[in-house]
């Protein structure tokens, strides 16, 4: 339903349905002041007027040739190439005072379409955010000024802005405060700004796809994997995101539970199955056991397999973990209760789980619980499959297959390091991601398809490879095994073509073959190992791969994310975990309006007894003083602090304060300001009035607790960053940047959720 304002109290209304066809439209629709008498008879409202923006497919979009398309600037990505490749007839214009002063000149008409790509500042941080929208308030401006183009379209084009895919990784939180701006942008002018997002990878079908964008009348799109998405508003307890599978239910805490496969092979039967203490954490621990809460779990190919029932071997899913130490067994010297651990730990996918101790850790200083998951089995993997196996020499030279994976990047980096010549296959959209762990394009080949065995060839100057570490089947095996000459070593970690090592060395004179699983290095190998990779990452050799963390209740997509091959690096599933009823609750603005509403709250509702309610005049502000009595007069232990949340010094000196015996198990942040006026009017300072208090402590408070054990952290948005509230851009800018913030922590592994 698209609404637009034509006089006092009177708007212009037009409603669609779920594939774009008009339902209804109305030239004229006069509002009314709504009686009180009627709302007091709906009552309170159900759980299911809560609401989330979902992105659907749009069916039925034009893809003709469009006259009158201008691109500005760069053109970088080949916008006008692909349109032109189409049929379109388009104009380059270094930017809009170029394209303004040729159309006042008679040298080309006005154009119906003008594509502008915001330039990508970075992934995140409160500079970047004002580098974006900076750049995009001063283009919106200058268009929405020139009354030449009052009929013509500007279509913002941005990259992996919004999250409109399971799996986006929504990679710049500056483009996404664009979207809250541009939104509205639309609102106040509508027809004249387009929000358009592709997704990182560029695809044959550009030309099409950008036609068929600008041939819709949407005013909001994003295009991945060919298809156009426009979104819309979906109940929040809808069994499923949109084009994803029903969400799993957990029994409720304190019931223990595994993540088990069904009995159809389906991803769609995954279950988190209930269990009883004795099978799921047996009472006592024997000796050289250790308890563990589990806050994260990587995911493997091989859950998958399991979850596929495609498995060889009768298997528990959940090999490797990160959480906290909750009890140790007799004999268990170097670790204690309440450590933060990671390691291999048998049926992870669970919320506690009993392990060797051997093959556990204590997790480096300022590390996730996420980042921790997603080490232990690629790395020790990669370790036991080049050095333990294959003997992998400085000077020879490897091929990984799948290094675009977890444990073909854990490879790839540790080869390097022992100064082996690695040779890497990935599906091309995920070639950068192995440009950037510094293999050339020479070095590069495809995993789709047989060309690498020619190309590594070539590269090798005919002597083919000497090590090979293999994912792949069938005719790709044949392949790399002709690439090994006398003496070369093929290392089999896949499952679904297992060679016979006899019939190899009969056919391919001189090389050697061998399948493996890991844990046949046992658990002291496996606790030597992890000790070395340890210390590979403490001293900077090596670096984290990607890691695309799920909650747990999400397990169905993510493992079909993993299926279909396309995540980059690691996939993680997290916990979700209770309020730790000894920790702190952290209320930023806790002594305002809201802040004060928040604290009432989580004590009567959670069930909280420490607050540290903040604000900038702290007990001085109007007000707290009642609002503490009334707290403790509820059971709580209230402190009243003064600190400017968006000041590093002062929020870092704040949160040194929580002691230590009631550390902080939540954030929440409500500070924030108003700063109302449409888009022609807003001023670099009316977006610095409103992004300092909600922007800038949100980046510092995610980043000050990032390493914390935290249960939750809750940001309060505005409905105005989805809608578009027209006065509002600065505000609507704001808390599009905090919806993109809780995206990019729920997708590190972090808690968040964004209020709007």
């Given at each position: 339903?698209r609404?637009?304002?034509?006089?006092p109290d009177?708007v212009?209304l037009?409603?669609?349905d779920?594939?774009?066809?008009?339902v209804l439209?109305?030239?004229s629709?006069?509002v009314?002041?709504?009686?009180?008498?009627?709302?007091?008879?709906?009552?309170d409202?159900?759980p299911d007027s809560?609401?989330v923006l979902?992105?659907?497919?749009r069916?039925?979009a034009a893809?003709a040739a469009l006259?009158?398309?201008?691109?500005?600037g760069?053109?970088?990505?080949?916008?006008?190439?692909a349109?032109r490749?189409?049929?379109?007839?388009?104009?380059?214009?270094?930017?809009?005072a170029?394209?303004?002063?040729?159309v006042?000149?008679g040298?080309?008409?006005?154009?119906?379409t003008?594509l502008?790509?915001?330039?990508a500042?970075g992934?995140?941080?409160p500079e970047h955010?004002r580098e974006?929208?900076?750049?995009?308030l001063?283009?919106m401006?200058?268009?929405?000024?020139?009354?030449r183009?009052t009929?013509?379209r500007l279509?913002?084009?941005?990259?992996?802005?919004?999250?409109?895919r399971?799996g986006?990784?929504?990679l710049s939180t500056?483009?996404?405060?664009v979207?809250g701006?541009g939104?509205s942008a639309?609102?106040e002018?509508p027809?004249?700004?387009?929000?358009?997002?592709l997704?990182?990878s560029?695809?044959?079908?550009?030309?099409?796809t950008?036609?068929a964008?600008?041939?819709?009348?949407?005013?909001?799109?994003?295009?991945?994997?060919?298809?156009?998405?426009v979104?819309?508003l979906?109940?929040?307890?809808?069994s499923?995101?949109?084009g994803?599978?029903?969400a799993?239910?957990?029994p409720?805490?304190?019931?223990?539970?595994r993540?088990?496969?069904?009995?159809?092979?389906?991803?769609?039967?995954l279950?988190?199955?209930?269990?009883d203490?004795?099978s799921?954490?047996?009472?006592?621990?024997?000796?050289?056991?250790?308890?563990?809460a589990?806050?994260?779990t990587?995911l493997?190919?091989r859950?998958?397999?399991?979850a596929l029932g495609?498995?060889?071997?009768?298997?528990?899913?959940g090999?490797?973990g990160?959480?906290?130490v909750?009890?140790t067994?007799p004999?268990?010297?170097?670790?204690?209760p309440?450590d933060?651990?990671m390691?291999l730990?048998?049926?992870?996918y669970?919320?506690?789980?009993?392990?060797?101790a051997?093959?556990?850790?204590?997790?480096?200083?300022?590390?996730?619980f996420a980042?921790?998951?997603?080490?232990p089995?690629?790395f020790?993997?990669a370790?036991?499959?080049?050095?333990d196996l294959?003997d992998v020499k400085?000077?020879e030279?490897?091929?990984?297959h799948?290094a675009a994976?977890?444990v073909?990047?854990?490879a790839?980096?540790?080869a390097?390091?022992?100064g082996?010549?690695?040779?890497?296959t990935?599906?091309?959209?995920?070639?950068?991601?192995?440009?950037?762990?510094?293999?050339?394009d020479?070095?590069?080949?495809?995993s789709r398809?047989?060309?690498?065995e020619?190309v590594?060839r070539t590269?090798?100057?005919?002597?083919?490879m000497?090590?090979?570490?293999?994912?792949?089947?069938?005719?790709?095996?044949d392949?790399?095994l002709?690439l090994l000459?006398?003496?070369?070593?093929?290392?089999e970690?896949?499952?679904?073509?297992v060679?016979?090592?006899e019939?190899v060395a009969a056919?391919?004179?001189?090389?050697?073959?061998r399948a493996f699983?890991?844990?046949?290095?046992?658990?002291e190998r496996i606790g030597?190992m992890?000790?070395?990779v340890l210390?590979l990452f403490e001293?900077g050799?090596l670096?984290?791969?990607?890691?695309a963390a799920?909650d747990?209740r999400?397990a169905?997509?993510?493992f079909?994310h993993?299926?279909q091959?396309r995540?980059?690096?690691?996939?993680v599933l997290?916990?979700?975990?209770?309020?730790?009823?000894?920790g702190?609750v952290l209320?930023t603005g806790g002594?305002?309006?809201?802040g004060?509403i928040?604290?009432?709250?989580?004590?009567?509702?959670?069930?909280v007894r420490?607050?540290?309610?903040?604000?900038r005049?702290?007990t001085?502000?109007p007000?707290?003083?009642e609002?503490?009595t009334e707290?403790e007069?509820?059971?709580a232990v209230?402190?009243?602090?003064?600190?400017?949340v968006?000041d590093?010094?002062?929020l870092t000196g704040?949160l040194?304060?929580?002691?230590?015996?009631?550390p902080l198990?939540?954030?929440?942040?409500?500070a924030?300001?108003l700063?109302?006026?449409?888009?022609p009017?807003v001023?670099?300072a009316?977006?610095e009035h409103?992004?300092?208090?909600?922007?800038?402590?949100?980046?510092?408070?995610d980043?000050?607790t990032?390493a914390?054990?935290?249960a939750a952290?809750?940001?309060?948005?505005s409905?105005a960053?989805?809608?578009?509230?027209?006065g509002?851009?600065?505000?609507?800018a704001?808390n599009?940047t905090l919806d993109?913030?809780?995206?990019?922590r729920?997708t590190s592994g972090l808690?968040?959720?964004s209020?709007?």
């Amino acid at each position: 339903m698209r609404l637009a304002p034509v006089g006092p109290d009177t708007v212009s209304l037009t409603a669609a349905d779920a594939t774009g066809q008009p339902v209804l439209s109305a030239d004229s629709l006069t509002v009314l002041p709504v009686d009180p008498a009627q709302l007091a008879a709906l009552g309170d409202p159900t759980p299911d007027s809560l609401h989330v923006l979902e992105w659907t497919v749009r069916e039925g979009a034009a893809q003709a040739a469009l006259p009158g398309t201008v691109v500005l600037g760069t053109d970088a990505d080949g916008f006008a190439a692909a349109l032109r490749a189409g049929g379109t007839e388009v104009l380059a214009f270094p930017d809009l005072a170029a394209l303004a002063q040729a159309v006042g000149a008679g040298e080309t008409p006005v154009p119906r379409t003008v594509l502008a790509a915001c330039p990508a500042p970075g992934p995140g941080g409160p500079e970047h955010v004002r580098e974006a929208l900076h750049g995009a308030l001063g283009l919106m401006q200058a268009w929405l000024a020139d009354g030449r183009f009052t009929d013509a379209r500007l279509v913002l084009v941005t990259r992996d802005a919004v999250a409109a895919r399971p799996g986006d990784a929504l990679l710049s939180t500056g483009q996404a405060a664009v979207w809250g701006l541009g939104r509205s942008a639309q609102t106040e002018s509508p027809g004249r700004i387009v929000l358009l997002d592709l997704g990182v990878s560029q695809s044959s079908t550009l030309g099409d796809t950008l036609a068929a964008a600008l041939g819709s009348d949407e005013p909001q799109l994003a295009v991945r994997d060919g298809a156009l998405l426009v979104p819309r508003l979906a109940r929040a307890t809808a069994s499923g995101a949109a084009g994803g599978l029903a969400a799993l239910p957990l029994p409720a805490a304190p019931a223990l539970w595994r993540l088990e496969p069904g009995t159809d092979g389906s991803l769609e039967s995954l279950t988190a199955a209930p269990g009883d203490a004795g099978s799921l954490a047996p009472e006592p621990l024997g000796p050289g056991q250790v308890r563990i809460a589990v806050r994260a779990t990587g995911l493997n190919f091989r859950d998958v397999l399991i979850a596929l029932g495609m498995y060889p071997d009768p298997a528990l899913m959940g090999t490797e973990g990160a959480g906290v130490v909750t009890a140790t067994g007799p004999g268990v010297t170097h670790l204690a209760p309440g450590d933060r651990v990671m390691g291999l730990l048998s049926g992870a996918y669970a919320p506690v789980v009993v392990a060797d101790a051997r093959t556990v850790a204590r997790m480096p200083e300022g590390w996730t619980f996420a980042q921790a998951a997603s080490v232990p089995v690629v790395f020790l993997t990669a370790v036991y499959a080049l050095r333990d196996l294959a003997d992998v020499k400085p000077g020879e030279r490897l091929l990984v297959h799948s290094a675009a994976g977890g444990v073909g990047m854990a490879a790839v980096q540790l080869a390097r390091h022992w100064g082996v010549e690695v040779h890497g296959t990935a599906s091309p959209g995920k070639w950068e991601a192995l440009r950037r762990l510094g293999l050339d394009d020479a070095h590069i080949s495809s995993s789709r398809d047989l060309d690498f065995e020619a190309v590594f060839r070539t590269t090798s100057g005919g002597a083919g490879m000497d090590v090979v570490l293999n994912s792949l089947a069938r005719e790709f095996v044949d392949a790399s095994l002709r690439l090994l000459g006398p003496g070369g070593r093929f290392v089999e970690m896949g499952k679904t073509d297992v060679r016979d090592a006899e019939k190899v060395a009969a056919d391919h004179p001189g090389v050697g073959y061998r399948a493996f699983d890991l844990g046949e290095a046992g658990p002291e190998r496996i606790g030597e190992m992890l000790a070395e990779v340890l210390a590979l990452f403490e001293s900077g050799v090596l670096r984290h791969l990607p890691v695309a963390a799920w909650d747990v209740r999400r397990a169905r997509d993510a493992f079909r994310h993993v299926s279909q091959a396309r995540h980059t690096g690691k996939v993680v599933l997290t916990m979700p975990t209770g309020l730790d009823p000894e920790g702190t609750v952290l209320v930023t603005g806790g002594t305002g309006a809201l802040g004060g509403i928040v604290a009432r709250h989580v004590v009567s509702e959670w069930g909280v007894r420490r607050l540290l309610l903040v604000s900038r005049r702290g007990t001085d502000a109007p007000g707290a003083a009642e609002l503490v009595t009334e707290l403790e007069a509820l059971g709580a232990v209230v402190s009243v602090a003064a600190c400017d949340v968006a000041d590093r010094e002062s929020l870092t000196g704040l949160l040194a304060g929580v002691p230590a015996e009631h550390p902080l198990t939540a954030v929440v942040h409500t500070a924030g300001v108003l700063s109302d006026g449409t888009v022609p009017s807003v001023t670099t300072a009316d977006v610095e009035h409103v992004l300092r208090p909600k922007v800038d402590a949100a980046f510092l408070l995610d980043e000050l607790t990032s390493a914390s054990d935290l249960a939750a952290f809750v940001m309060f948005s505005s409905a105005a960053a989805v809608f578009g509230g027209a006065g509002q851009g600065a505000y609507a800018a704001a808390n599009a940047t905090l919806d993109a913030l809780a995206f990019r922590r729920r997708t590190s592994g972090l808690p968040a959720l964004s209020l709007g």
